[in-house]
């Protein structure tokens, strides 16, 4: 009979629910401003206004999500186990993948993300993903957080930590070096970078729609002592202007000037500015902050690694699976003590792209004459040769 942290001993066993789902159907909220940062701005300008942001959010997301979680007890993986289930389906609405997918892509956007754990007769049966921007820290006397306050559409819940047991609620942030409470986004630490790259874009859209409105001045040199344009005069350039030279289907139209009108450029050229290495610039400095190379996103003039293959296992190895591990990690230490010597973990043999580094491994370890059989298995992670079957079966481990 697995030993049953007392958090979970909180709710009526009656019955098992969201504490803050109620909360989350409620429409047409404000955004709160609790945290550190403007979580709806970095969201808006950020995921959902710059292309580059967008996709290493869901790379970084989709991939961490797609790592198999297993779980271990003994050293042995499990088949069979109430942790099992639950990551695979931690409430009605949604997959394990579809969980985590939210869950990693609030952590990067946010730079914290929370998991609140409904509990059943004392054992957690649904877990569910929630906004940071509406969870409020509450630090106790010790200065740590004791509580968390969870509120949207003017209803507040508080989910209070035990002093001997786990906490309801999960949260995983990323490092902040000048904050106790809440964690560092790489889209806040990219900031700058997003808001020129957004500049970009917008003075592109600007540009075809007023590609043929010059950016400089029609200077009239009439007659001495007539220097000015009569106001009919004015108004009727001005229309043929707009009419004839505004907008993308008028791109390139030469202008033809006459009746003493003269040219007079007054702007910079984008050649002038480095205009598209600069907006490439940007889009690097983006991708770097989230540890995601820019040859994966196509950005042009990046030959830091040397193919997509060999680019795709450093985001691997540096981005995704640092974060995975630190994510199983943290779930074990929060849910595993429901269920004595269960252990969460990554399962790195099954993820595809580290199949190539994988098949090194193996060719290394089976060249290396002075190890014996058992010792070259026990290096790849498989069981000795002399181990039941039956055992290999109940682990699910590789024969």
Not at 48 to 76: F, H, M, Q, T
Not at 216 to 235: C, I, M, R, T, W
Not at 276 to 300: C, H, S, T, W
Not at 339 to 352: H, R
Request: one cysteine or more; a negative charge; aromatic letters at 8%.
């Amino acid at each position: 009979m697995p030993l049953i942290p007392k958090i979970f001993l909180q709710r009526a066993p009656e019955a098992k629910a969201s504490a803050a789902k109620g909360l989350i159907a409620l429409q047409r909220l404000g955004a709160p401003a609790w945290t550190p940062r403007d979580y709806a701005s970095l969201a808006r300008q950020g995921y959902e206004k710059n292309v580059i942001a967008y996709r290493c959010v869901r790379l970084v997301s989709e991939a961490a999500a797609s790592a198999p979680l297993k779980v271990v007890e003994d050293g042995a993986v499990l088949c069979d186990h109430p942790l099992i289930d639950l990551l695979a389906r931690p409430n009605p609405a949604q997959s394990g993948a579809e969980l985590l997918e939210s869950f990693y892509g609030f952590l990067q956007t946010a730079g914290n993300a929370y998991l609140e754990a409904a509990a059943l007769d004392g054992t957690p049966r649904e877990l569910y993903a929630l906004r940071p921007d509406r969870m409020k820290a509450r630090p106790g006397k010790s200065g740590w957080p004791e509580s968390y306050e969870y509120a949207a559409g003017g209803r507040k819940v508080v989910f209070v930590k035990p002093e001997d047991g786990a906490s309801p609620i999960l949260h995983l942030k990323l490092f902040h070096p000048t904050n106790d409470y809440y964690g560092l986004s790489p889209l806040e630490a990219a900031a700058s970078s997003v808001d020129l790259h957004n500049a970009a874009s917008a003075w592109n859209k600007a540009l075809l729609d007023n590609a043929a409105r010059p950016s400089g001045a029609l200077v009239y040199k009439g007659p001495d002592g007539a220097e000015n344009l009569s106001a009919e005069q004015f108004d009727r350039l001005k229309s043929e202007l707009e009419d004839a030279y505004q907008g993308s289907a008028n791109a390139g139209r030469p202008l033809v000037l006459d009746g003493g009108l003269e040219w007079r450029s007054m702007s910079l050229s984008p050649s002038d500015m480095d205009f598209i290495d600069a907006k490439n610039m940007a889009a690097r400095e983006i991708a770097l902050a989230f540890g995601v190379p820019p040859m994966l996103l196509g950005i042009p003039g990046d030959n830091t690694y040397s193919n997509y293959r060999e680019a795709n296992l450093a985001f691997w190895k540096q981005t995704v699976l640092p974060l995975v591990k630190k994510t199983a990690a943290a779930l074990t230490g929060w849910l595993a003590p429901a269920y004595a010597g269960a252990q969460i973990i990554c399962q790195t043999s099954e993820i595809d792209a580290l199949a190539a580094e994988r098949d090194a491994a193996w060719a290394r370890i089976s060249r290396a004459d002075f190890l014996t059989d058992d010792e070259k298995r026990a290096a790849l992670g498989f069981p000795r040769l002399d181990a039941p079957a039956f055992e290999e079966d109940e682990r699910g481990e590789h024969a």
